[in-house]
Structure formats: structure tokens, C-alpha cells
């Protein structure tokens, strides 16, 4: 692959975009590669995954804007497609994704983070959907993620104005877990994603996808799609050996995804 790095150490990966002159911005053939790694991840051995940027300035500036200025209609529908597929496939990957935001994270490039589960920044992280002021709306679903992740009012203010959010106020807004210095960034996210790759990785993914499905249903089914994902644990030998050992007094095991 041309722009994309990925690296699989024990049970954690990690992909880097990697077209560092453009500030990591995606074109289509970024979208396809980042599209083909995503489906080549090995599910059975992979329990974590980290999405983050080459080098040290940007995680992803935004779609291509060289690439989509020439678009016409059809080509532009085409384009958001291939983004929005590429970016619900993480989304809705069966395994915890990481967005270990390095820099700036400029419309795709926000609303790829959004698209993972957790995102860890770096100091000098900037978030922003400057689309309208290019004539666009978000198209990789950025009006629909932002507002269910910080409070509805900043969303619309950064979706109207093109307001930007550096590092500090992502983090009062919820929209980061936590901010590092730069270098402290990436091994933050693999001691997190460490930790949960020491976890059960069938009551991981089962939680995952309780919390995901849950938050487009009334409670009521939410709880119904949490009983059912919390009885199928009962079908795994990792449950049975993480209680064994609880009750015997003796550390977690080592989980098997059994
Ligand atoms: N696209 C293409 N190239 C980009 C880019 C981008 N988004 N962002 C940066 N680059 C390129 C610059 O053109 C420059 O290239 P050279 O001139 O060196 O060849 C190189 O990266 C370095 O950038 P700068 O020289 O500008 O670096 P600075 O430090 O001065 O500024 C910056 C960094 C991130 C503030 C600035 O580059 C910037 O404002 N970039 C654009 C950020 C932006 O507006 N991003 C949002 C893009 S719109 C859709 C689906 C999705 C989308 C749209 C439609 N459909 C449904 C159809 C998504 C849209 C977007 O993401």
C-alpha cells in the first residue's frame, strides 16, 4: 500500500495514514486502502486497533480538497460513499478502535475520529468541520456524529462557523478521553488499548456493539439488546475462567476469545 502503515505488535494494530506532504488528507485512493487494511485485519488475533497520522503535525486534514473541487454530482455522491462505508466499517468494527489524534483532525479527518470508539489527543490537536466555508456540508457523517458526542450547541456553533477546537477544550467538550505531549501520545494509546486487549475480548466486543446499537434505540430495547449480548458471555470459556478465578482468589487469565 502506498498511504497506509500497519503494524500488528501481540494483540494490538496499528494503522497510520501515512501521505504526511498533504497533511494525511484522504483522496480516493487513501479511502481504498484505508478500506482494503480495515478488511485484512485479523479478527481472531487483533483486539485493539489505533487509528492515527504520520508524523507529527497532522492525524488527518480533511478530505482531499484538490481531489473534490472538480466533482460533479454524481462524483461527489460516489466520494462521500466510499467515505461513509470505509468510515461505518470502523464504526461498526467488532473490535475497540483507538483514534490517537496527533495534530489536526479537519473535517474527514474529525469525522474519522469520531468513527472510532475513544480518541486520545495529542497538545497540539485541533478539531474542526471547516466544510462550510468551503461551500459543502460535512459528508462523512460529521453532522451526525458530532452532535451525539458534545453538547449539541458547540456542535452546530463548529458546524456553522467552522469554529475549531484545540487539544484543552476537546477534552472539557468530551470530545477527547484524554491529552498527551506528542510523544507520549502513541504509547498512551497502546497502554489503553493494552488494557483492553488484557479483557475479555468476547465481553469487549459484546459491549461494544450493546453501547452502539443501544444508542439508536429507546432504552428499552437497549437493555433488551444488553440482555441478550450479556447471555451469550454465559456461552464462553473466558466467563467461566474469569469468575473460576475470582473466586479462587487468583488473577484474571489469560483470555483466550473462547
Ligand atoms: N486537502 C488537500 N491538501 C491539503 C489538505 C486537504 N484537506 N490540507 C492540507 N493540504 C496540503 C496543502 O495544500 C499543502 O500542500 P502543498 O501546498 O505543500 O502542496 C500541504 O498540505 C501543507 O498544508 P499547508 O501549507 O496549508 O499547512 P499549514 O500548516 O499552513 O496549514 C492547515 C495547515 C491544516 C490549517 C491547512 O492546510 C488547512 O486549512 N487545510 C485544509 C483543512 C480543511 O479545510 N479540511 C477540511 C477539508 S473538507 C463529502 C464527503 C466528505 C467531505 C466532503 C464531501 N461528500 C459527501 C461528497 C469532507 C470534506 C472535508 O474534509
Known sequence: MNYIQYEQKDAI???????????NALNSEVLGEL?????????????????????????????????????????????????????????TLPIPV?????????????????????????????????????????????????????????AKEMLYAGTKVKAAEALTLGLVNAVYPSEELL??????AGKIARNAP??????????????????DEGIAIEEKLFGSCFESADQRNGMAAFLNKEKAPAFQNK
Open 13 to 23: 494494530a496499528v494503522l497510520t495514514i501515512s501521505r504526511e506532504k498533504a497533511l
Open 35 to 91: 478500506d482494503a487494511a480495515i478488511d485484512a485485519i485479523d479478527l481472531d488475533t487483533v483486539r485493539c486497533l489505533i487509528i492515527t497520522g504520520a508524523g507529527q503535525k497532522s492525524f488527518v486534514a480533511g478530505a482531499d480538497i484538490g481531489e473534490m473541487s472538480t466533482l460533479t454530482k454524481e462524483e461527489g455522491e460516489a466520494f462521500g460513499k466510499k467515505g461513509n462505508d470505509v468510515f461505518r466499517k470502523i464504526e
Open 98 to 154: 483507538i483514534a490517537a489524534v496527533n495534530g489536526f483532525a479537519l473535517g474527514g479527518g474529525c469525522e474519522l475520529s469520531m468513527s472510532c470508539d475513544i480518541r486520545l489527543a495529542s497538545e497540539n490537536a485541533v478539531f474542526g468541520q471547516p466544510e462550510t466555508g468551503l461551500g459543502i456540508t460535512p459528508g462523512f457523517g460529521g453532522t451526525q456524529r458530532l452532535a451525539r458526542i458534545i453538547p449539541v450547541g458547540k
Open 187 to 192: 504509547p498512551a494509546a497502546e497502554k489503553l
Open 202 to 219: 468476547i465481553a469487549v466486543r459484546a459491549s461494544k456493539k450493546a453501547v452502539n446499537d443501544g444508542l439508536q434505540v429507546s432504552i
